[in-house]
């Protein structure tokens, strides 16, 4: 096996991993009660992100890693498209936000490879960066999220690590293709068709689960769907009406389900620029200074 065969890129959605380690211990307690060092710092998801970051690179052995962060969610290219997108979502907690500030100091001060780009989301960052490996490296490209909108860049060379009860399931593109009998590039169109409660992205009124996979599957695209919309197969009949009333619902959601691949910055960075390159005596020391005791070696 080649040396660019052996390399292996780990893509990190920093928000994504950094609030669910926060979540998972904070859950039933108040703000007072979270674990803060002696400077006063909320550190209870930082430890945990911390050490998941630690796991994964000592599991998977990447030779190369970027972590991703969102810009506010009032700043990006989709919200200046759809003013509700996102919405409908909460104010983060004050801890969450501070240990997110902690975590990007941090990693500035460990040479850590981090990217946000002004308008775009982590997922873009994410999306580019696949996209790039994809173009110019042999090795494998490895997705570290639970965001399933992710799941339109799987190819033969990336997959997506998802949290399961019992650690991780390494979720392929054959695996994609045995679950939803469609690629992955046809996910964006069955999503543009569910729409997104999380994201608030609004998708067609009344067409759920059990038409808009089947429909994806028999006619390709929303494009494909809407050139046979006044000739769809009689079993869609009950949806016809909707399809027709939610035309303009479905491309504005296929367009904020797209993942851009061409982020500035991204596109034009060397991979050297990414290269794993861990001080593990100054992990030690920036560790021991925020009182996060973590196994480091």
Avoid at 15 to 42: H, P, V
Avoid at 123 to 137: L, P, S, V, Y
Avoid at 152 to 173: F, H, N
Wanted: net charge negative; glycine share 6%; with cysteine.
């Amino acid at each position: 096996m080649s040396e660019e065969t052996q390399e292996k890129l780990l893509l990190i959605d920093g928000f994504n991993l950094l609030s669910r380690c926060y979540f998972a211990t904070a859950y039933g307690k108040e703000w007072d009660q979270l674990t803060r060092n002696s400077q006063g710092l909320f550190t209870n998801g930082l430890r945990a992100k911390i050490q998941k970051l630690l796991q994964l690179v000592r599991i998977h052995e990447p030779t190369h890693l970027a972590i991703a962060w969102d810009v506010k969610r009032n700043e990006t290219l989709r919200k200046e498209k759809f003013q509700d997108y996102k919405g409908t979502r909460n104010e983060l907690p004050e801890p969450l936000i501070q240990q997110y500030e902690t975590a990007v100091t941090l990693f500035d001060t460990l040479g850590l490879p981090q990217y946000t780009i002004p308008r775009y989301e982590a997922d873009d960052i994410i999306g580019t960066f696949a996209q790039k490996w994809r173009d110019e490296k042999q090795g494998e490209c490895v997705i570290y999220s639970n965001d399933r909108d992710l799941l339109q860049l799987l190819c033969e060379k990336t997959s997506q690590l998802i949290a399961a009860k019992k650690g991780e399931i390494k979720y392929t593109v054959h695996d994609f293709r045995d679950e939803y009998g469609i690629e992955p590039s046809q996910w964006i169109d069955v999503k543009a068709l569910l729409g997104d409660k999380s994201d608030n992205i609004p998708g067609v009124a009344g067409v759920g689960e059990k038409a808009a996979l089947p429909l994806v599957q028999q006619y390709g695209s929303v494009e494909g769907i809407y050139e046979c919309v006044d000739e769809l197969d009689v079993k869609y009949k009950r949806y016809f009406k909707k399809l027709q009333l939610g035309r303009e619902m479905a491309f504005l959601s296929r367009d904020l389900c797209e993942i851009y691949r061409d982020v500035p910055g991204i596109l034009d960075l060397n991979f050297d620029d990414v290269r794993i390159r861990v001080n593990r005596s100054l992990l030690k020391d920036e560790l021991s200074k925020l009182e996060i005791n973590v196994r480091v070696g």
